[in-house]
């Protein structure tokens, strides 16, 4: 029941205010939910890797509990095999795409909708614990920010959650420039500090 609670609050919270918003390393956000799960990824020599990440911007302690969630979730929703997460991402014209895999015991695409649905489970409390909000609570985080996530349908082993994080949030000045004033430059990818660590939903 605490757990509930404590889930509701969070997912009340989101979507108050965009003061929290600033420029933000995504491999540092993901080297700070590695962290938070340090001792739930040793003790499962789980495995969570990235490719080079950008700089997005947003709000990090939200940005930091979607990672969280993503990777807790692969690893309570683990197959037979070391639990093994891999976090990429693709520019786009508009938005920054990142996806989240790993290798557990997956999710059938006729289910890609309803699990973002808040309280809707696939599995019984009795087989894996929660309490039904984490891809809520992500998908509220995700469009808070101006972006969309979505489960992608089309691999055939393990899960893969997509999402977008908007440029524009990032380069479109708070005010009107002045004539002596640069357009900002576009964002610089910076390397993500994540990497093995001793080592779905």
Known sequence: MQQLINDL???SRVGRSTEGFVGIAFGDVLSRATTTLSLS???LQAEVTADELPVVRGDPVLLTQLLTNLIGNALKFRGDEVPRLHVSAIEREADWEFACADNGIGIGPEYGEKIFVIFQRLHGRDVYEGTGIGLA???KIVEFHGGRIWLDATVDHGT???FTLPKRSLLAPTSAPTPSTSAP???VPAP???RPSGGSS
């Open 41 to 43: 990824i040793e003790s």
């Open 160 to 162: 893969t959650f997509r």
């Open 192 to 194: 993500s500090n994540a």
């Open 9 to 11: 609050l969070a997912f």
């Open 185 to 187: 430059s576009a964002p």
């Open 137 to 139: 609570l992500r998908r």
